[in-house]
């Protein structure tokens, strides 16, 4: 799939953290998130056990995105971790009596590329214990998703992936990918799709469904339908055609009694 021409600096300057992983799974997914929404940069700041980038589990969850994981970095410190970074974001579900201004994914995802200049990370903390206060400490902002306040429970990769949707959702700033499913035409010219409504009325009122001395609302309100479907022209076409064949079969000109 192609993208469009458009500036896609924060994919290359977002940075995402995972924080004392238990799960080898759990970071296979998050490769996996972060490959779908087009970012890259991973980093492990004192994962539970060695070798969790080649772990099985890992490289299942991942689901192709092995070139996330083969890619990532491991460290054991947090300064390790932010090196070249100079805007953070925590990612927590718990509030703090003191933290850091407290954003959702999506108005940190138009920070992020409102300013070319920041190099940024988003942390995610222990699947069971969450970031440490010092982390969150460390951190510009403390992101808290929005989510169902009776069970706001989100698995460390379903959080991923919400932050990094929003954030690829700002980067592309409303355009969407170039696709090739369903088809898509040459828009109606206003010209053809006013043929068209000359030509149904006449055929509406060959039919005896219209009134030509009593209209009433009828045409305006075909008219106010036929405008939310953002009509192409070949669909004026079809249109008419049916209009054609309606006045034929009332003139008694039905071409399929020949």
């Given amino acids: 799939m192609n993208l469009p021409e458009i500036n896609t600096t924060l994919f290359h300057r977002l940075r995402f953290i995972l924080v004392q992983t ?19 940069e991973l980093v492990l700041v004192s994962p539970r056990f060695e070798g969790m980038l080649e772990d099985p589990e890992a490289v299942a969850f991942a689901s192709g995105a092995l070139d996330i994981l083969q890619g990532a970095r491991v460290v054991q410190t947090m300064a390790e971790a932010l090196d070249g970074i100079n805007f953070a974001a925590a990612v927590s579900a718990r509030l703090r009596e003191y933290s850091p201004p407290v954003l959702t994914p999506r108005e940190l ?12 990370a988003v942390i995610f903390g222990n699947e069971r214990f969450g970031l440490p206060n010092d982390v969150v400490a460390q951190c510009n902002v403390l992101i808290n998703i929005p989510a169902n306040p009776d069970y706001s429970s989100l698995n460390l990769s379903q959080a991923a992936q919400v932050l990094a949707y929003e954030c690829r959702m700002a980067a592309l ?31 509406l009122v060959a039919i005896g469904f219209l009134d030509a001395s009593n209209p009433r609302k009828l045409m305006p309100r075909l008219k106010r339908l036929f405008a939310r479907a953002g009509l192409e022209t070949e669909e004026v076409n079809i249109l008419r055609g049916i209009a054609r064949q309606m006045a034929a079969v009332a003139q008694g000109k039905d071409p399929r009694r020949r």
């Fill in 173 to 203: 700033d409303g355009q969407r990918a170039a696709t090739e499913v369903g088809f898509q035409g040459e828009a109606a010219s206003l010209a053809q799709i006013e043929g068209m409504y000359t030509h149904l009325e006449q055929a």
């Fill in 22 to 40: 238990s799960r080898a799974g759990n970071i296979g997914a998050v490769a996996r998130a972060m490959k779908t929404m087009g970012y890259t």
């Fill in 109 to 120: 995802a138009g920070q992020l590329v409102a300013n070319g200049e920041l190099r940024a």
